[in-house]
């Protein structure tokens, strides 16, 4: 049930593109609940005349899923679209001054060339969009109408090494990120492919676009570096496995020189000590941990006389990976407290 | 994050007695969240000394569990104790005046020898206190200050044929029901039985207690028969799957004389008009419609024209079938919308 | 164990027809490593020239899949076809004087109308082939050259019951078989279905095609009597559970009278006692007990004073229930031990 | 295939200390069905008097779990101990003349106080046995009456490196090596522990034991190094993941130099190729391949200008990774083919 919120209170209206997919499922499902916006239309191509709760009843939500014709009536508009399908939308919707946060990649990237090499396109947007991760760039998304809401791995593997790139110990420096992630098969959408059937998946791992992930760029891009002109030696190797929500990222970070353990937590707590929605933890995360919430957990696992460090990070890819970033961006975007309908 | 709510607004303080457990655990999530309670006290004998933190990471509380010793400064007590040991806890409460809802099975049955066939005891409790099914206890419920919250697989029955025995229809008959239910093995509570590791449990399926289970006779209590005396025949046969939450019941139902499928429709629509969290589904139910809710989905998949019905009923053991049914009573005892906190 | 073999001996030749599905890739399996075949020709429409060991590595099979055009040069066929494609070739094939073991359900039913109405076709086969069922008909299996071989819900039913039915305690009447089962996901075959996928059925439950099943009429002629005029009550329930393999089916059974557990234990014994793959079970089974095995289990879980029973049995549906069952039936035609490369 | 045996070939008899764990059970599966030996007894400390078929049911075994009182009369005895108890039982057998195997790692370390480290122990053993990895030792194993299976951690990551290490290349420098392992949950045995139930594992993943694995000794002292003054940088990050068997490992090798792909490619397809066992595979590996089976696969799944490499194993833990391989060892042992009952 929607909270009891004074009746006389204006709600922002909110509307999702690409609302029948799991990112748009989750947004409905967080949307419905938050009690500053209201839900007004989920557009969905291919669920055009079907309920919501028909294809979710879990979200017993009546509600149309319509076909977009260009409306501009929210107040605010979510993207939760296939890569490349943001692209035409996002402009008049930028123009016709609405409050716009993007989920997929299309804007997310500054370097055109890295964007056509990572998404395999010709062709690269001439725009890019504030990158949406609040414990990076609270101050700029706060400021901004539009944003890029980041990828779900990316925010894995940023939260869990930013204290070193963006913190203020200037004195770190990193030689080498090895960073192997295992996420959720929710991650690759609402899909009928066979090799994610059951029968396929169960029990099952399968690492794949080892190297060449497309959220490589980003994450490059976030740590204040590039892809193709990294500061530091990076590889990400992305698998699949039994599970259907969650990342679990492993990453084994090299130091130019050593740094104390105590150092590197106390870096961490203080990087993160405004941060409601990242837990640096003093025991091992684990994916059940943050299943259905919005926090992205850190555990600094092993620190070596060497300089070797082993980080774990575990979050929702649905919701800190996709739909509760977007809320929590929103809610910046609103002056609103971050944590609204989230917590 | 709690609702906003008016400041002034007085909170009803409430405690939880076995918090620990799975239920527990679900029950304070609810509560955490529920806008018009404070949760105070967490009781839990084997975790004394323990942040809730420690144990479910994902509820983000930091509260201690405490050790149990009498108190009753709170205005409401949920019990979620092994069965046997609400015995001693619940008179005490009761003389205080205190707003008690128990979740196990000690005080179901109004017949005490079926308490002591079913439960294994040589001693019944003396006294019976009124189930807590809202849908057909609703007017007992918002006038008793204490009472038992029905079993999961209980729940999943008894909504899926209640229409039958406690509906206006008198002239429908039954003369058999054979069930069979599925539960997650989350219905076991958190264990360390090696039948119940995940080495042993992941795709396997498992029926126990045929014929003995101790949900039988408050079955057919609330349905107003006896499992001593009962007035139609009755099978249920409980297994375990390959999953954590969830109960999946089929109901083999053979009445009297045969009914016309629109006439059941209308007499479960009818019945269940008023009753937010029972949705009569056209389509077949799933465990994923109502994982994480406090829905009981039921599906009317077949009427023959001999009067055999096959019924789907499906809900989540830890919420309808536990915590979110027994917060839903709460919630009529205080003369509250049902729905609050739930939603 | 595989028998011993001598080298000199001559083997039979073997090609599988539609072997790249599930039940194909069971059936390669087993041929490869039966002491007596030798397998040759693999034919599979859509993965022509792929390799085995590339849709399948764990069968390290470096063999391709071949069109088949009417190919006659081995000595046995198994046909493991979507249902209706082996109508057309069955003929020639048997024509030709092959051994053929159908796995399809295109000749099980003698009744042509049951045929078209469960199979929803236009037209039935002219033909009916032997039900290769080997604990109900040795004696017709090994005089024959082709047969059809028993669906997988089938034989988990049919092998439960059948002693009541074809075994020489006439004196025991059936009036109601209610009847659930749950299948493992590889049931519907190697899927590119968004409701197969892992997101999808990953701790799910779904029950579907009740009391219309296809396995219905094969079911009761099986036991003797038909779906359209059937001589007892039966109702069938199939689910699809959150596991790959294996089928788990709870077989209410109402007798016209009651019958002591001893004697209806002593009848399946008896009943089953030349059959090496049927397992008369004192404790509970489960899916894990038979799966990657050719065994059916059966456990008496419960009887009543008033003629009530409550039987479990657990299959694996790819073994037992399709290519283990069709190598047994090989076996049994070409007068081999039963349980050769079996075991 | 099982290779052909005439009947009157004299079987070795063979014994199982420690039968009843996992890899107990894998061994009794695989010596059941192996032509050259004869299964006797079947030692099990907790499960003494039950029968093999009540804990597995589905190996069909009717021997009962003996006490282990020192008999020698068996010509081969495999021991699946918890680690710590081989230490007594190991030099009696070897005493007495018998063919030993030990899975445990007892015996697999030559420095004693990496022993004491890794185990946490206060004594070492004084002797260390022949490691068991046919892909490596092979000259040493067919000479030996007693060896050390490996670990199954272990075997996929020396099987993954070791062309590198004990290659002919000698040209080819490992720097670094970073290596992330998911293995099924079967690995920590037959397990009551409350973080290994179904309900806290299922869709969960878990790392543990960070940098102090008990493996990484046996893995350097196999690549020629230690890892007291390890020759190159050695992280390995264990985890457990939603899946009962199956180890999946991410080598992140930095080499020295760079080297070109198709060198390496033909390094490993060279290394291994007598080897039949492991496969050096050009598309990706995934457990799902090789589970009940005793493969190990490899993926060379990218290789950069810079010297960087990820590779890809797979393997199962039970079979490659402790039963099968033990029976490998044990055929080589006795100058039979190594492939005998394995495949």
Do not use: W
């Not at 080892?210 to 190797?237: K, R, Y």
């Not at 993160?272 to 259905?292: G, Q």
């Amino acid at each position: 049930m929607t909270p009891p919120v004074s009746e006389s209170l204006k709600k922002y209206s909110v509307s999702i593109i690409g609302a029948s997919g799991y990112s748009g499922a989750e947004l409905t499902r967080l949307l419905l609940r938050h009690p500053l916006v209201e839900l007004k239309e989920l557009y969905a191509f291919s669920q055009v005349g079907n309920r919501v709760s028909d294809l979710y009843p879990a979200l017993d939500c009546e509600k149309l899923y319509r076909q977009y014709s260009g409306e501009t009536e929210s107040d605010i508009y979510f993207l939760a679209l296939p890569h490349g399908e943001a692209l035409q939308l996002v402009p008049s919707l930028v123009q016709a001054g609405k409050i716009v946060i993007d989920l997929s990649g299309d804007f997310r990237l500054k370097n055109s060339d890295e964007h056509k090499e990572f998404y395999n396109q010709v062709k690269a947007p001439e725009a890019f969009m504030t990158y949406g991760m609040p414990e990076l760039f609270h101050d700029e998304i706060i400021r901004e109408k539009a944003i890029s809401n980041p990828g779900c791995y990316a925010s894995s593997i940023i939260l869990g090494v930013a204290p070193f790139f963006r913190g203020t110990e200037s004195s770190i420096k990193v030689r080498t990120i090895n960073c192997t992630s295992t996420s959720g098969i929710s991650g690759a959408g609402r899909s009928s492919k066979t090799e994610l059937s059951f029968s396929e998946m169960s029990e099952n791992i399968r690492a794949y676009k080892v190297g060449v992930h497309q959220h490589i760029p980003e994450i490059m891009q976030a740590l204040g570096t590039s892809a193709t002109n990294p500061s530091f030696d990076f590889t990400f190797t992305p698998m699949i496995g039994s599970l259907v929500r969650g990342i679990y990222s492993i990453l084994n970070v090299q130091l130019e020189t050593p740094v104390e353990e105590a150092q590197i937590v106390e870096l961490y707590r203080n990087f993160y000590k405004n941060a409601p929605f990242v837990r640096v933890r003093d025991t091992m995360t684990e994916i059940k941990h943050v299943v259905y919430t919005n926090f992205c957990d850190i555990h600094i696992a092993r620190v070596t006389g060497s300089g070797s460090l082993l980080l774990v990070t575990a979050l929702d890819n649905l919701l800190k990976g996709a739909a509760g970033q977007a809320v929590q961006n929103m809610n910046l975007m609103l002056a609103l407290d971050e944590r609204t309908g989230l917590i």
